[in-house]
């Protein structure tokens, strides 16, 4: 694994995880210079499981970030970092309230929803419970109904704007998108969801987003 040069903010992702792509939003729109590192999760077994990414994140996941001879692990704790580092062009409201709501609709899309779909997850359904497709697309989307009807409900609430809080995208966008992508990937119904399909549209017209989507990754195959 390349390393990094001080003061550069090293970012270890793979383009289609969407824990690193919420990573990915964040930088760009804190408007901070990185360097990317490719983990690819499926290649040759996985990247993640070699002894070199071991000694970078033991757990064997995506992101890791590198900042100043520290790693950070875990998108939320990285994204924090980044805000707590970094606190130009903020992605939390200043009002504590406000900041809880804005945290409520991250951490619920990130431990109610990701983790039960993500690929460890499926690849076990599949391997291991030698599950078929059709069971393991019931149970994606089973989660992702389950998540998406709170945050939708929280979305059509007072609070929102063109973005999930406010007219300017920030910590619970960075979350919101990377779950779309997820979803649509999977074939997931979105229609009963309007206002995470407007906020998700509306997002995707920004550079931050769009620079940041898995499509235009360097190790997008």
């Known amino acids: 694994m390349a390393g990094e ?22 930088l760009n729109l804190k408007g901070i210079s990185y360097q990317q590192n490719s983990v690819h999760l499926v290649r040759d077994g996985g990247e993640q499981n070699r002894p070199d990414y071991r000694e970078v994140n033991p757990l064997g996941l995506v992101p890791a970030l590198v900042h100043d001879g520290q ?32 945290r409520s609709i991250a ?37 992702i109904d389950r998540g998406f009807s709170a945050v939708e409900a929280w979305l059509s609430s ?23 992508y997820n979803a649509e990937r999977f074939s997931c119904d979105l229609d009963p969801y309007p206002s995470i399909q407007r906020i998700t549209a509306r997002c995707r017209k920004e550079d931050a987003f769009v620079r940041a989507a898995p499509e235009n990754q360097a190790d997008a195959a």
């Open 5 to 26: 040069q001080a003061g550069q903010v090293l970012l270890y992702s793979y383009w289609r995880s969407s824990s690193a792509y919420r990573v990915r939003i964040a």
């Open 71 to 102: 790693t950070i692990v875990q998108s939320m704790a990285i994204i924090e970092y980044l805000e707590e580092v970094f606190p130009e062009r903020p992605l939390l409201p200043a009002d504590f309230v406000e900041r809880s709501r804005v």
């Open 107 to 143: 951490q619920s899309i990130c431990s109610e929803i990701q983790p039960l779909n993500n690929l460890a997850v499926t690849q076990y359904l599949k391997d291991r419970m030698q599950q078929p497709d059709e069971s393991v697309r019931a149970w994606y989307s089973h989660w």
């Open 158 to 180: 007072s609070g929102s704007g063109d973005f999930c809080h406010g007219d300017s995208p920030g910590l619970a966008d960075c979350y919101l998108v990377p779950q779309v």
